[in-house]
């Protein structure tokens, strides 16, 4: 019998000692007892646009969630790793081909390919100075040019 209730209180204080489950979709509400009191980290989810967000891992893949502050609706998803895949199969790293008007361009920010059937886009390049010149410059209308994808993102502002 003490066994058990040995069993019993160490499952009990386990169970409580997890965080709880964050389903990684737009307009989910975050737990408040995911989000840490002092809130420092920002992520840009738009272009001009900051939110706070949370890092975490969900069935292997590592993600960053972006939230309103007020509401704790989740706004924006970000991932780069190289265990996320998308329901089409697309992957970090693949290389895809695309043209001009399959491109999404937000200055200082995001150039994404189109969305998949799952809501993600990949994100092939950001629009910054130093981003690569190939995505910047030599999209001429109908020309079909092969991108690597470099992560994939969901949502934003």
């Given at each position: 019998?003490?066994?058990?209730?040995?069993?019993?209180?160490?499952?009990?204080?386990?169970?409580?000692?997890?965080?709880?489950?964050?389903?990684?979709?737009?307009?989910?509400?975050?737990?408040?007892?995911?989000?840490?009191?002092k809130?420092?980290?920002?992520?840009?989810?738009?272009?001009?646009?900051?939110?706070?967000?949370i890092?975490?891992?969900?069935?292997?893949?590592?993600?960053?969630?972006?939230?309103?502050?007020d509401?704790?609706?989740?706004?924006?998803?970000?991932?780069?790793?190289?265990?996320?895949?998308?329901?089409?199969?697309?992957?970090?790293?693949?290389?895809?081909?695309?043209?001009?008007?399959?491109?999404?361009?937000?200055?200082?920010?995001?150039?994404?390919?189109?969305?998949?059937?799952d809501?993600?886009?990949?994100?092939?390049?950001?629009?910054l100075?130093?981003?690569?010149?190939?995505?910047?410059?030599?999209?001429?209308?109908?020309?079909?040019?092969?991108?690597?994808?470099?992560?994939?993102?969901?949502?934003?502002?």
């Amino acid at each position: 019998m003490k066994t058990i209730l040995m069993v019993i209180a160490f499952l009990l204080a386990a169970s409580a000692a997890q965080k709880p489950e964050v389903k990684p979709e737009i307009g989910s509400v975050l737990s408040k007892t995911l989000i840490p009191k002092k809130q420092n980290n920002l992520l840009l989810t738009h272009p001009a646009q900051l939110r706070p967000y949370i890092e975490r891992k969900i069935d292997g893949v590592k993600y960053a969630i972006a939230y309103d502050e007020d509401s704790r609706k989740i706004v924006y998803i970000f991932t780069n790793d190289e265990h996320f895949r998308t329901k089409d199969g697309l992957k970090v790293g693949q290389h895809i081909d695309l043209t001009s008007e399959q491109i999404t361009r937000y200055p200082g920010w995001e150039i994404r390919g189109p969305k998949g059937k799952d809501g993600w886009n990949p994100i092939i390049g950001y629009d910054l100075p130093e981003a690569n010149p190939v995505l910047k410059e030599s999209f001429e209308r109908g020309k079909t040019v092969t991108v690597r994808i470099e992560a994939f993102s969901k949502g934003g502002n």
